[in-house]
């Protein structure tokens, strides 16, 4: 069942140096999560921080009438509980958006990593500013556009951190997500679904025609996209050169240290950066 499961499915797991993988590897739990599952409840501390490779999760954020609207979602492309990691509690609940599957450890382990201040600190601080402005862009869409632009932009965001085609969630989640009634979600799709653009029943979405979806959507959509790709892809794939050049060249210069007779002080120009102890998993 999980032959092709792999860590390095989440794009965050899979950006980090191998020797920072290597670290975590050990301590990353493979985990089922079932649409509707709480994985962070409002208000309570985080022991385990999330990476979904196939699920979907979303910030849950309540008012005392009972409602609750959702502002963003998270997927293969980052990961949860980013508060517990700078320092702050948890104000809000963490929902199971699409089912699917993930990995998750402890909070405390990965607080050890985030604090050597290297890749996966980078990479966290750039998907806090990353998931900033899809929140932001949400809202703007959420006030200034109709159901069926913001369903469009839902949907392809959601096949954005999918596996395929199909989204296994109900009208009243995305009714939720969008901020709207559940009929006019209902409305919306049924326009999609006379367009040949997707097919729901019982609770799945199966796209068949992106590129329909893609016609209809908002600028939203890709404003959302091009912050993720600078912030994250763009801005790491740049790191990572710098980083690999550096390496290069210090290997280089201990090279002719020692060809030419001279100490091998140099090598304490390096940088390393410090063991990580762990605590072994319980």
């Given at each position: 069942m999980f032959l092709f499961e792999n860590p390095k499915k989440n794009h965050l797991l899979a950006a980090l140096p191998a020797e920072d993988y290597m670290r975590l590897r050990p301590y990353l739990e493979h985990v089922?999560?079932?649409?509707?599952?709480?994985?962070?409840?409002?208000?309570?501390?985080?022991?385990?921080?999330?990476?979904?490779?196939?699920?979907?999760?979303?910030?849950?954020?309540?008012?005392?009438?009972?409602?609750?609207?959702?502002?963003?979602?998270?997927?293969?492309?980052?990961?949860?509980?980013?508060?517990?990691?700078?320092?702050?509690?948890?104000?809000h609940g963490i929902v199971v958006q699409a089912a699917g599957y993930g990995y998750r450890i402890k909070e405390k382990i990965l607080k050890i990593e985030f604090e050597l201040q290297g890749t996966l600190q980078r990479l966290a601080l750039h998907f806090v500013q990353a998931l900033m402005t899809q929140m932001a862009q949400n809202a703007v869409c959420n006030r200034h556009h109709n159901v069926e632009?913001?369903?469009?932009?839902?949907?392809?965001?959601?096949?954005?951190?999918?596996?395929?085609d199909e989204l296994q969630m109900t009208h009243e989640q995305i009714a939720i997500m969008l901020g709207v009634r559940r009929e006019s979600v209902t409305q919306a799709a049924l326009k999609l679904q006379?367009?040949?653009?997707?097919?729901?029943?019982?609770?799945?979405?199966?796209?068949?025609?992106?590129?329909?979806?893609?016609?209809?959507?908002?600028?939203?959509?890709?404003?959302?996209?091009?912050?993720?790709?600078?912030?994250?892809?763009?801005?790491?794939?740049?790191?990572?050169?710098?980083?690999?050049?550096?390496?290069?060249?210090?290997?280089?210069k201990e090279r002719w240290?020692?060809?030419?007779?001279?100490?091998?002080?140099?090598?304490?120009?390096?940088?390393?950066?410090?063991?990580?102890?762990l605590v072994q998993a319980e």
């Open positions: 089922r999560m079932p649409l509707g599952q709480f994985i962070h409840e409002s208000a309570a501390p985080i022991t385990h921080v999330y990476f979904p490779t196939t699920a979907i999760v979303a910030p849950l954020y309540e008012v005392k009438n009972g409602a609750s609207v959702q502002l963003a979602i998270v997927g293969n492309e980052g990961f949860t509980g980013i508060s517990s990691l700078l320092g702050g509690g948890n104000s632009k913001q369903l469009c932009r839902f949907l392809l965001m959601s096949l954005d951190r999918s596996a395929g006379t367009a040949g653009a997707i097919r729901y029943s019982r609770g799945h979405i199966t796209v068949f025609r992106r590129e329909e979806l893609e016609k209809s959507v908002c600028e939203c959509y890709s404003v959302v996209n091009s912050e993720y790709e600078r912030l994250l892809w763009i801005r790491h794939a740049n790191l990572t050169a710098v980083h690999v050049a550096e390496r290069k060249a210090s290997r280089e240290s020692v060809n030419c007779g001279e100490p091998r002080t140099a090598r304490q120009e390096t940088k390393f950066r410090p063991p990580l102890t």
